[in-house]
């Protein structure tokens, strides 16, 4: 199964109509290094919104991503897309084990992360879990993520699978 075009069943109340920017598309935005405020996002039509959602994730398909959004919000109101350095050896690039970022959000809420349980998820799911876990982060969708992912009761109670 693909991955690179995949939003998760968490994420369903706010990117049904592609209104926020999916996981799927921010992974794919750290890999090229840019960084794309809402208000850009906000100001792509629907059909673009869908493109960037099912745009491939090799490395051809990423280096022209980058030049295409480069062109596309050259010329909005807030100026291009931001850079940042292009994600390498990130925290959820690794499948050995979990960040502590991840481990401290779990505890915090009272989960427990099975042991070997990161090794088994994909780089987006990885992905995901650690922009949750983000400090800051309120961390709502974080239980509600590891239950997809398998990793956790449905309630989020605290309890791991």
């Known amino acids: ?95 050995e084990a979990a960040p502590e970022v991840l481990l401290a959000s779990c505890r915090q809420l009272g989960l427990v992360l099975p042991p070997h349980a990161w090794g088994r998820l994909d780089e987006l799911q990885r992905f995901a879990l650690v922009k949750l876990s983000h400090p800051g982060h309120e961390h709502r969708n974080l239980p509600r993520a590891l239950a997809e992912f398998g990793l956790a009761d449905p309630e989020g109670a605290g309890s791991p699978v």
Request: proline fraction near 3%; charge should be negative.
């Open 1 to 95: 199964m693909a991955r690179h075009d995949h939003s998760f069943g968490f994420e369903a109340d706010f990117v049904g109509d592609l209104r926020c920017i999916p996981m799927a598309v921010r992974r794919k935005l750290d890999l090229v290094g840019v960084k794309l405020k809402l208000s850009h996002w906000s100001q792509l039509g629907e059909a673009e919104r869908q493109r960037l959602l099912a745009w491939p994730d090799d490395d051809g398909a990423l280096e022209a991503l980058d030049q295409w959004l480069k062109q596309r919000t050259a010329a909005m109101a807030e100026g291009a897309a931001g850079r940042l350095e292009p994600a390498s050896h990130a925290s959820w690039q690794q499948a």
